[in-house]
């Protein structure tokens, strides 16, 4: 809602500055998006009248005019707007005036001629962007006003970015009414009187769809000049409210609707036949609107025809066939309450807005229908001329305004403020809502203009904004803390995201919905949980894994010629359960996953650049594992390379997979690289082993490698710990070293290298034990495995 503050302030005029007026009018719930001045600044610009304009001697283009700028005596200017004629009156800068720009005027000579000032375009003022030629004033402006003064240029520009539910705001008497509830200061509203008809001519009205057009009200005009001029003070407050003017009859309904917040509509009443009729559109019925665009109608869409035809879309745009022209002189005035049912979401199905619809699909005061036709009908005749026929109106159910209990003890409940039943009275009669007592409790029967007071809390959020916002203290919270017990048995989740965040990683927080594509690709996902009213159409299912945020991220960065990303999220992820699951058939399981892009280490001296791999990946999940320790078994996962993941497996439990991304989805996705990622259950992270005692040896440990050749199938970590079970209990520790394929080793065999770590607490190792348990090993993987050892 645009609108221009010495506009409102003709309807309520309180004692405060601009910029604490909109302040006020903010913290109120009525947020000032935006204010702007009419003008720039600049001075010494008054009203002039052209005396005398004749053509420069040295150019065919500039005229020499002499001018009355009310200071007794004609000043000569010259001036090259094509316009210029004698008797208009037009802006003159005058010497020494400066104006937008930075431009000064000062006395010279134009081709020869002497010039004491300039003639101003509007665009020259700043107030318009038209340079056509000078802004012709009133012919009643006062020769030597301040232009300033004079068209008001002094005045701010007000938008307010209301919330839907304040339709009554959408006007300049609704505005005006917050004001004066806000400031304590009388409102001064528009007095509307009844126009006696002076013809008999009607037109009758027909309501075929009651419930979505429960009041039409229309009247004749007729003998009306249609090409009579706009006066200036509307030109001027509709141009201020962001409408271009257009003619007489289009402005004066545009200029009520701002005022009243009522939308009216002026059909051509010569192209009207028969009675008017509210009715819903017939199955592939077609209309032109005045935007020039045809539509083909679905049956749900509320229209307004004639006997033959349909003549506009109701509470929307009228249509072609029965627009007024310069030409009319007869005209049926609407001015109708439509049901925001009916209204909501018809306009932005065909692809356009209007100032009507959006009005009506919030919710127009269903009780000043004829109070806006009245207002309309006597500016039509002061404007335009004409006589005026009597009112017809269809009426049926209007909205029922229900009332609605206030209690205090509730406001303080919600409020946290105690307010005296005195005090709530006081600020629901300064907002003008009727109530009455019953024992403590309030009963309001809100006014049809407020569509938006329903239930008790939107009372309690009326006495808010009038008590001010600011005014409601916010004392400190009140509770006994106590230090609960923390199990060893767990880390915290943000020791987990902290381990990361040292490793090089950067967290990321993605949307819990994605892309279907998405849960095909990453997830193999058949049982998609979609959501009703979706915030974007490509956002429109629950995600089951966090993979594709993350593969989203890197081609963000990538775009952005970043060619290095390590990210990390942790979040829930949405599946459904057969068995019903803790909330309503589904489970949301915590996800923790990491994805590595582009080099291992950033760009540096110490190291030479070689790209992330598998083996970077593994390291930074086992050290978020530790102490406990992680087994990978091969496997197949629908996101990963199938020949590069692996399962992760920690005390016998499958926790997530860890691979390479799948080269299908790194070309589907323009990933130059293949990125690597893991992707495990939060809650297996955060566990955590107590550590048991373990006496520590004084005695040196012995250490044996041995290298053993296997069958090139068999894994490493089958091997480990089957040693393991099977050692002398000197053995402490078995580890892989080293992994051989080539020259010397049989083809389908590889050889393996194990450091073999052995201690005793009690005693130094003989090196009879040494071997003996080195002969042990030895023997249990020749038998176990058919392994050989290597020489």
Request: proline share 6%; hydrophobic share 45%.
């Amino acid at each position: 809602m645009k609108f221009s503050e010495s506009w409102l302030r003709t309807f309520v005029d309180p004692a405060c500055s601009g910029e604490h007026f909109s302040h006020l009018l903010t913290m109120a719930g009525l947020e000032v998006e935006a204010e702007e001045s009419v003008a720039p600044a600049f001075d010494k610009v008054v009203v002039a009248q052209l005396l005398e304009v004749a053509r420069h001697p040295g150019a065919d283009r500039l005229s020499v005019c002499r001018v009355d700028v009310g200071s007794g005596e004609a000043l000569q200017i010259v001036c090259g707007a094509p316009n210029a004629v004698a008797g208009i009156k037009v802006p003159c800068a005058l010497s020494g005036a400066e104006l937008p720009g930075g431009f000064r005027i000062k006395v010279a000579k134009v081709r020869g001629v002497d010039s004491a000032g300039m003639l101003c375009s509007a665009k020259e003022l700043g107030i318009a962007d038209d340079a056509a030629g000078l802004l012709v004033l009133a012919a009643d402006a006062p020769v030597g006003e301040d232009i300033r003064r004079h068209l008001d240029l002094d005045d701010r520009l007000l938008t307010l970015k209301l919330t839907p539910n304040r339709a009554d705001c959408l006007s300049l008497e609704g505005v005006a009414r917050e004001v004066a509830a806000l400031t304590g200061t009388p409102a001064r509203f528009i007095e509307v009187e009844d126009v006696e008809p002076t013809i008999p001519t009607t037109r009758a009205v027909v309501l075929d769809a009651p419930d979505a057009c429960p009041r039409y009200c229309g009247r004749v005009i007729a003998g009306v000049d249609a090409s009579a001029p706009t006066p200036p003070w509307m030109s001027r407050r509709l141009e201020r409210s962001g409408i271009r003017p257009i003619s007489a009859l289009v402005d004066i309904t545009n200029y009520v609707m701002l005022e009243v917040g009522q939308p009216l509509h002026a059909f051509d009443n010569t192209r009207l036949q028969g009675s008017i009729h509210a009715r819903m559109a017939r199955a592939g019925e077609q209309i032109k609107l005045l935007n020039e665009q045809t539509l083909e109608l679905q049956p749900d869409v509320l229209l307004i025809a004639d006997d033959h035809r349909p003549v506009a879309m109701g509470g929307i745009m009228g249509g072609e066939e029965s627009a007024i022209s310069l030409a009319t002189t007869e005209v049926f005035l609407e001015s109708a309450f439509f049901a925001p049912t009916a209204i909501a979401g018809r306009a932005r199905r065909y692809s356009f807005v209007s100032d009507a619809s959006h009005r009506f699909e919030r919710g127009v005061d269903f009780g000043g229908t004829r109070r806006a036709l009245e207002r309309a009908t006597r500016l039509v005749l002061d404007i335009c001329g004409g006589q005026s026929g009597p009112v017809s109106e269809g009426l049926a159910k209007l909205p029922e305004r229900r009332d609605v209990r206030l209690r205090p003890a509730r406001v303080a409940k919600v409020l946290g403020l105690a307010f005296a039943s005195e005090r709530i009275g006081e600020l629901l009669a300064r907002l003008d809502l009727p109530f009455r007592k019953d024992q403590d409790d309030f009963i309001v029967t809100p006014p049809s203009y407020r569509f938006d007071l329903e239930i008790e809390e939107d009372l309690i959020e009326e006495v808010a904004r009038l008590h001010g916002y600011e005014n409601i203290p916010s004392p400190a919270p009140v509770g006994l803390l106590a230090m609960l017990p923390q199990t060893e048995q767990s880390r915290s989740r943000a020791r987990i995201r902290q381990i990361l965040a040292d490793s090089g990683y950067q967290e990321v927080v993605n949307f819990a919905f994605v892309e279907e594509a998405w849960e095909r690709d990453f997830a193999d996902n058949r049982e998609l949980i979609r959501l009703a009213n979706p915030i974007a159409s490509q956002l429109s299912v629950m995600r089951s894994t966090l993979i594709g945020g993350l593969v989203a991220n890197v081609a963000t960065n990538l775009k952005r010629r970043q060619s290095r990303a390590h990210f990390f999220e942790t979040g829930r992820s949405f599946l459904r359960d057969p068995q019903g699951g803790p909330v309503g058939g589904f489970r949301q399981p915590w996800k923790l996953t990491a994805l590595a892009y582009g080099t291992a280490f950033p760009e540096q001296w110490a190291c030479a650049a070689r790209k992330v791999d598998f083996f970077d990946l593994k390291g930074d999940l086992e050290l978020l594992l530790a102490p406990r320790q992680a087994h990978f078994e091969k496997a197949s996962h629908p996101a990963l390379h199938p020949g590069r993941s692996a399962r992760v497996m920690v005390d016998g439990q499958a926790i997530g997979f860890i691979g390479e991304l799948h080269p299908r989805w790194q070309q589907k996705y323009d990933l130059p690289l293949a990125p690597v990622l893991f992707e495990v259950d939060f809650d297996a992270v955060v566990m955590a082993t107590l550590p048991r005692y373990a006496e520590v040896s004084r005695q040196p440990p012995v250490i044996r490698d041995m290298a053993m050749v296997v069958d090139q199938a068999l894994e490493w970590q089958q091997l480990i710990a089957a040693m393991t079970a099977n050692s002398p209990k000197i053995v402490r520790e078995i580890s892989l070293f080293d992994v051989y394929v080539g020259r010397g080793v049989d083809a389908g065999k590889k050889s393996l290298a194990f450091r073999i770590v052995m201690q005793d607490t009690q005693k130094t190792l003989q090196e009879a034990e040494v071997d003996a348990a080195m002969q042990q090993v030895v023997a249990y993987l020749q038998e176990a495995f058919a392994a050989q050892l290597r020489v």
